[in-house]
């Protein structure tokens, strides 16, 4: 296996090292990795002319339409990467699995020297556990889920749902009889709220830290503001660690400072101050940019598409987590239709039939997979009573989301208190009249003006 970086970020400016993405968090583009160009893979069947990647059409409403041709035809294809370079695409739920649970496609070897470069996405730092590969990645997987048990995540419950009836109370105060911005009023503002409480933010820090957040996040931006906004995040994050240490308190950062293995060596059984700091960045991007997003996505989803399915979620609120699911199916986050995580085969592995060679990058396509008809019966359908839903919304195998059950719970609390208070809401402008966030690595609204209104009438 290619060798990884051993050390972790320093505290305070993460790496930015813009190689291939993340969904969870940004970066700033590289040049494509110099060298020959390794042997083009299989051709395209005939008459299929694959555009560079990432491919045109991916929305909130599902992956580039491309994307079932190549399930089809072409599951496992070699595309050019926009801006140089080639990557391999696996487009399949059956393959997304296989690739995710084999260890011969490794995360770490992404950070090797030779490794493949693409422009325009993210490659989370170095010693992060999503940028791991075992045995690193199992201890530090191991040591962080003492911090997310099942309690503790359900314990946070009522205090989600009183942060969401508060900020429903403060939104509908100032609407007078006008629409409101379910993006900056609500949705924003209950991921932040979580995601801080979750860190132990102090109250008076989180409207900065939420702007460092959104700068951080901004690939588009320069790269010198985003990396001004890292810097400033992870001297802020590297702070707040030192500070629990001192002083612990009841948050899920003091949690892992606690967290310890039996067994292991001293020094090795417990978080580096390091490791700690790290975790606090992989939380911000799965725990804030991405509920926040889907918080948004799910109520355009509904409120332009199944208003009469939200108006039953209000009535039966023992349907939103079936519904929950079903949207996290087909609600698209990741705006370049992968996971955003580069995987480096380290030897010759056939996947679906295909070849891929020894050194090259694999991207898995999360949404794909989740519209694959062979797993899902009428897969562009979307069946808010569908029983059996095995989507890879939080990934799959080692790597599988850490946050997925607060995240669930995130958005259940959310559907829940929308549709209870207002069964008559309603988009406040036509639904190709928003506007998205340009340049983040999801698909994010900008805004999203809702008429609300108490009465179905």
Known sequence: MTARPDAPPRAGLPPRTHGPDSTHGPDRPAPAAEGPEPPEGPEPPEGLKLPEFPFPGSSHRGPAPLFTRLRAERPVVRVAWRGGGHAWLVTRHEDVV???????????????????????????????????????????????????????????????REVAGRLLDALEKGSGEGPVDLVAGFAAP???????????????????????????????????LAAEGGERLGGYIAGLVAAKQREPADDVLS???????????????????????????????????????????FA???????????????????????????????????????????????????VGGVVIPAGEAVFVAFPSANRDASVFPAPDRTDFGR?????????????????????????????????????????AVPEHELCWRAGDVNHNLLALPVELSRSTA
Do not use: K
């Open 387 to 427: 029983a059996d839903n095995p989507h890879l919304a939080f990934g799959h195998g080692i790597h599988r989301c850490l946050g997925a059950p607060l995240a669930r719970l995130e958005l259940a609390v959310a559907l829940e208190e929308l549709t209870r208070r207002y069964p008559g809401a309603r988009l």
């Open 255 to 297: 949690a892992l400072i606690a967290a310890r293995l039996e067994g292991e060596r001293p020094g090795s059984d417990r978080l580096g101050f390091d490791e700690l700091v790290g975790l606090g960045f992989t939380l911000l991007g799965a725990g804030f940019d991405s509920s926040a997003g889907q918080i948004g996505n």
């Open 98 to 160: 296989r690739v995710l649970d084999d260890p011969r496609f490794s995360r770490a070897a992404s950070y090797a020297p030779e490794a493949p470069r693409f422009s325009g996405l993210f490659q989370a730092p170095p010693g992060m556990i999503i940028s791991l590969d075992p045995p690193d990645h199992t201890r530090l997987r191991a040591l962080a889920e003492q911090a997310f048990s099942p309690e503790r995540i359900e314990g946070m419950r009522p205090r989600v």
């Open 190 to 224: 209950l991921a932040m709220t979580v995601i801080c409480e979750l860190l132990g933010v102090p109250e008076g820090d989180r409207e900065q830290f939420h702007a460092w957040v959104r700068q951080f996040a901004d690939v588009s931006a320069p790269p010198e």
């Open 300 to 350: 355009v989803t509904l409120l332009a598409g199944h208003r009469d399915v939200w108006r039953r979620l209000g009535e039966r609120p023992e349907d939103v987590p079936a519904a929950v699911e079903e949207l996290l199916r087909t609600v698209n986050l990741n705006g370049n239709d992968t996971s955003g995580l580069p995987r480096i085969a380290t030897e010759d592995v056939t």
